[in-house]
């Protein structure tokens, strides 16, 4: 069974500093990879997305991450946040077995101080 | 986001009573979920759609029931609330039968047993 694992539940920063949150992935089969971004009291928006060839994938506000099949990881990084981005991050595994179903992490919470 | 909403927001509901959750969707996609969200699970899937009438089961779907007889709807039915389904609950469509994979969102509705 395909499993993410967010290894940070909390993440405070403090603001124009750099940030990486961390995304690991089990999976027997390919999968395609997501970050997601969920603002108070918001719905989950789409950061961007991993489906093939180049391993960095640069997404919207900033963002960008690396694929390392080796490592099976998934890492979002951003070089300088902003207090906008204080939010709840959520990386997602996306199984190629015609259901197209996403399995989340739990999620970490990014807090960007001033 | 504008192609999908869900309804009600927000409901407060006693314990035993059935209560419906709907999702609509005006981007004809064959693929719709519903999530819920709790703190410290992420988001975990109850039950998704793949077309007009053909549902399945995620992972939570116990005291969960589904219905999908249009394309645009998809409804999450509680058939006799508990305190344990106090959460928010999510609707997504994906967007895999054209080609863009991921999820959208919608903006979830805020679910309260008492």
């Known amino acids: 069974a395909q499993s993410v694992t967010q290894l940070d539940s909390q993440v405070p920063v403090f603001e124009e500093a750099p940030v990486e949150l961390r995304c690991n992935y089990s999976?027997?089969?390919?999968?395609?990879l997501f970050w997601y971004v969920q603002y108070p009291n918001q719905g989950l928006q789409l950061l961007l997305k991993y489906l093939s060839g180049s391993t960095l994938v640069k997404g919207i506000n900033g963002f960008e991450a690396e694929f390392n099949k080796s490592q099976t990881s998934f890492h979002l990084r951003k070089p300088s946040v902003h207090i906008s981005d204080t939010a709840e991050y959520f990386c997602?595994?996306?199984?190629?077995?015609?259901?197209?179903?996403?399995?989340f992490g739990k999620g970490t919470k990014l807090t960007v101080n001033p | 986001d504008a192609g999908i909403t869900q309804s009600p927001r927000h409901k407060v509901t006693e314990t035993g009573t059935p209560v419906t959750l709907r999702c609509h969707q005006t981007?004809?996609?064959?693929?719709m979920y519903w999530y819920r969200q709790d703190p410290g699970h992420g988001l975990r899937l109850i039950h998704y759609s793949y077309g007009v009438k053909d549902t399945d089961k995620g992972e939570v779907s116990d005291g969960y029931s589904v219905s999908r007889s249009k394309t645009e709807d998809f409804l999450l039915t509680l058939e006799s609330a508990t305190s344990s389904q106090t959460s928010v609950y999510f609707c997504?469509?994906?967007?895999?039968?054209?080609?863009?994979?991921?999820?959208?969102f919608g903006s979830g509705t805020r679910l309260t047993v008492v």
């Open positions: 981007e004809n996609h064959r693929y």
């Open positions: 997602a595994v996306g199984l190629l077995d015609g259901s197209e179903k996403l399995v």
């Open positions: 999976s027997s089969v390919s999968v395609y």
């Open positions: 997504a469509i994906s967007g895999r039968d054209r080609g863009n994979y991921g999820y959208t």
